[in-house]
């Protein structure tokens, strides 16, 4: 997989956590359609992490080969909130039938949406899975535009998290 990736300029950095009891919570994806490019991570936490990445890319793949079938230009920002909500939805509604709680797990979720007609790019993302857009440089590889993780340590995303209802406490 890795070497065919590679041949069409992408690059994945997937490394398991340091928890020996924890298997690798790293889910990815990358699809195509004819205008299109889809490419997606989650990077689960906690005891059922696995299983909320896993379910996460399953939903948000389906999801979003929908979402562009026929479609003319990149999702809006309304759509990418509909998707994410949808996608988070879904992975609640499975666990459930599933029998896993999630209470102290989930994931991160980051997609890249690329336009080969319009030669443009959407990064969407929640959570501190990174993503990096980079081009090759005249001396290597150079960064284009990398997105900031939301992290609750970072004081702008404390101040979002409570505006918004929810709340910051740490868990052992």
Same mark, same amino acid.
């Given at each position: ?16 956590g340091r ?7 790293? %889910? #990815?994806?990358? $699809?195509?359609?004819? @205008? ?9 936490? &906690? ?58 797990s989930?994931? %991160? #979720?980051?997609? $890249?949406?690329?336009d @080969?007609?319009a030669?443009?790019?959407q990064?969407?993302?929640? &959570?501190?899975?990174?993503?990096v857009?980079?081009?090759?440089g ?14 609750p340590q970072?004081?702008d ?16």
């Open positions: 997989v890795r070497s065919r990736l590679e041949r069409e300029g992408v690059a994945v950095a997937c490394i398991k928890k020996p009891e924890q298997p690798n919570q790293d %889910t #990815f994806f990358f $699809a195509d359609t004819p @205008r299109f490019r889809i490419a997606c991570i989650a990077d689960g936490h &906690g005891e059922f992490g696995h299983w909320a990445s896993h379910w996460a890319v399953r939903a948000a793949l389906r999801i979003l080969l929908v979402e562009l079938a026929g479609a003319e230009a990149l999702p809006e920002d309304e759509a990418v909130v509909r998707i994410y909500d949808t996608v988070h939805s879904a992975i609640v509604h499975q666990s459930g039938r599933d029998g896993y709680n999630l209470s102290l989930g994931t %991160t #979720f980051t997609v $890249a949406l690329i @080969r007609v030669s443009q790019v990064l969407s993302w929640c &959570g501190d899975s990174r993503c857009l980079g081009r090759q005249p001396r290597g590889p150079e960064t284009v535009i990398s997105t900031n993780d939301h992290k970072d004081p995303e404390r101040r979002r998290i409570i505006g918004s209802g929810g709340e910051v406490v740490r868990v052992y």
